[in-house]
């Protein structure tokens, strides 16, 4: 569903993404961790096409990342949600829904209204929201035209306990419904329980891409190991 190959970004002769290699297969949540600065957000945006890459080859399901075609595949949450200052918040969904032409919008929003508790904040202006009301927001409408593949970057940054368990939960559904999902975090407990696969980057490389047990297994190796020992070790300076 994603393909990345050889992917590089530099800024002046600085590698942020160094020759990255990957791929996602449908149905697939995968945990794109790593420390400040490794890379995260530059490799996302390259994906979705907010960052010009410096070369390499990136496709979604099959078609140029760049394409209509492939953006009509996707949604993109970013770190720091974007909302209009003078569309209220049901403004917000009916935009979506009808740019994107889908026709049950507000059966579809009013689901994830319920879930997200936005019943009492639909008639806010987007400037009166705060960051984790944003998110929400954020987050709803990338659901909104059903996409096959969804891109999050530290999604669960501003959330409230309740918001985070619930956003756990409709991973959990998107990767039954067979969506594929990459999730750009440091909060490392967030992802654990959701990730079929991590991969660690560490500045722009990749410097482990399996299951959470195989990595375990092939650099730890010892009994009780959490996913954030695994993390400290593979990132830590030589």
């Known amino acids: 569903m994603l393909i990345v190959n050889n992917l590089v970004k530099k800024y002046g002769k600085q590698n942020a993404v160094d020759d990255l290699s990957f791929e996602l297969k449908g149905g697939e949540v995968v945990g794109l961790l790593g420390p400040n600065g490794a890379g995260k957000s530059t490799t996302m945006k390259c994906i979705v096409g907010l960052l010009r890459k410096t ?16 953006k009509r595949l996707f949604s993109y949450i970013p770190e720091t949600p974007y909302v209009y200052d003078l569309l209220t918040v049901k403004e917000h969904f009916q935009f979506i829904g009808q740019a994107y032409g889908v026709p049950n919008w507000k059966e579809k929003t009013d689901e994830l209204v319920q879930l997200f508790e936005l019943e009492d904040k639909q008639d806010k202006l987007g400037r009166d929201l705060s960051k984790g009301m944003r998110q929400k927001v954020s987050i709803v409408c990338a659901l909104i035209p059903d996409p096959q593949v969804l891109f999050f970057d530290e999604p669960m940054i501003g959330l409230d306990p309740k918001a985070i368990k619930n956003t756990r939960q409709i991973f959990r559904n998107l990767k039954e419904a067979g969506k594929t999902i990459l999730v750009s975090t440091h909060l490392i407990d967030s992802v654990e329980s959701i990730a079929d696969r991590i991969m660690i980057l560490k500045e722009g490389k990749i410097v482990g891409n399996d299951t959470i047990a195989n990595l375990k297994q092939q650099f730890v190796q010892e009994e009780g190991t959490s996913l954030e020992d695994l993390f400290l070790e593979l990132t830590k300076d030589v």
């Open 55 to 70: 070369s390499g080859e990136i496709t979604i399901g099959g078609y140029d990342h760049l394409s209509v075609e492939a």
